[in-house]
Structure formats: C-alpha cells, structure tokens
C-alpha cells in the first residue's frame, strides 16, 4: 500500500470516530485488534499506543460513548474559529466537494476530503489543493482538536485519538513540506 493510500485509510479512521459515537459492532471489532494501525517511537505515537492499550484493556463501550457526548463540540472548527464553517463551505463550493458528515465545518468532512485527495495518485494539481486545505483550514483547527482530545477528553480511547492525530499533523506537514508554526 502507497503512503497516499494509508493516509487516506488513516483519515477515514479518524473521520469516522469524530462523526459520531462508536457503535457495538465497531467497538467489538476494534476491541480485537492489539494496537494502533501505525507504531513507531514518535512521542506521540507512544503516547497514543499507551492509551490506547488501557482503551482495549479497561474501558466500555458505554464510557466512549459518553466520552463522545462530552466532545462532540471540539469536532467543528467552528468552536476555535468563528469564520469557519462559512470558510470551508466557500472553499467546498470551489472545489466541488460535498461534506456528508455532519457540519460543513467538522473535523470529519476535512478529513473525508483529504481521504479523497490521497487514495488516488496525487497529480501536481491535486497535490497543490491539499497544501493549500492544509495550511489554510485543517492543520490550524486539528492540530488545536489533537492537543485538546489529549489533554480534555476522559477515555483513554478519545485521549489516544488526540496523540494520534497530533502525530498525523505532524506528518502530513513533514510530508507536504509545510513549515511549522513556532511554538
């Protein structure tokens, strides 16, 4: 599988479990996997597969989903920037992409758009679209949603999210090329 595709399956993850709670079967069936999709020594990642082993270990179903309830409002980037969702409605417009995940500002609709852009080859037109969304709209509200999750959500499951998206942005920046905030 190209680093394009992984990504793109990686963001489908992440859509997924920020668009709503997990549902019983998908719990069940992430409860059989032993780790995270990705390991590596980044900090983040260890940090995330930690949690992420108290997550298969120790937590129910149920703490999830009321984890889920409880940061929910941290998955439109409407919450950190209050032009957002008309932002990321104009820039949709633009480029012809439908969110179908809740609000036209969540974090899943970002994340379904990058899924789009990197399960294919990326042409240099397309490659140049993605920078653009990322330096414009996703890195600025996922990397604030990452430290967040890590830090304010109760579960070890949504905790672990956060790490890992962190780690996500921090590749996707490595990736693409994009210069770090200073921090």
């Known amino acids: 599988m190209k680093v394009g595709q992984i990504y793109s399956v990686i963001s489908m993850i992440f859509a997924s479990n920020f668009n709503e709670p997990l549902t019983a079967q ?5 409860k059989t996997s032993s ?11 260890k940090k995330g597969r930690k949690l ?3 997550f298969l270990q120790n937590e129910s179903l149920a703490e999830i989903r009321t984890d889920f309830r409880s940061v929910k409002y941290l998955f439109n980037a409407s919450y950190y920037f209050a032009s957002a969702k008309d932002d990321l409605a104009k820039f949709y417009a ?6 179908k995940l809740g609000e036209s500002d969540s974090i ?7 899924a789009s852009i990197l399960k294919n080859e990326l042409d240099e037109s397309h490659a140049k679209l993605l920078k653009s969304f990322l330096i414009s709209f996703f890195l600025p509200y996922a990397a604030t949603l990452a430290i967040e999750l890590s830090t ?3 579960s070890s499951f949504y905790r672990s999210l956060g790490y890992f998206l962190s780690e996500y942005c921090d590749n996707l920046q490595e990736i693409f090329a994009i210069k770090r905030k200073a921090e």
């Open 52 to 54: 992420y082993a108290d």
């Open 152 to 154: 304010s959500a109760k």
């Open 35 to 45: 780790d995270w999709i990705i390991q590596n020594e980044c900090e983040n990642n």
């Open 26 to 30: 998908n719990y069940e069936k992430i």
């Open 108 to 114: 899943s609709n970002q994340l379904l758009l990058i």
């Open 94 to 99: 633009q480029i012809n992409f439908s969110p």
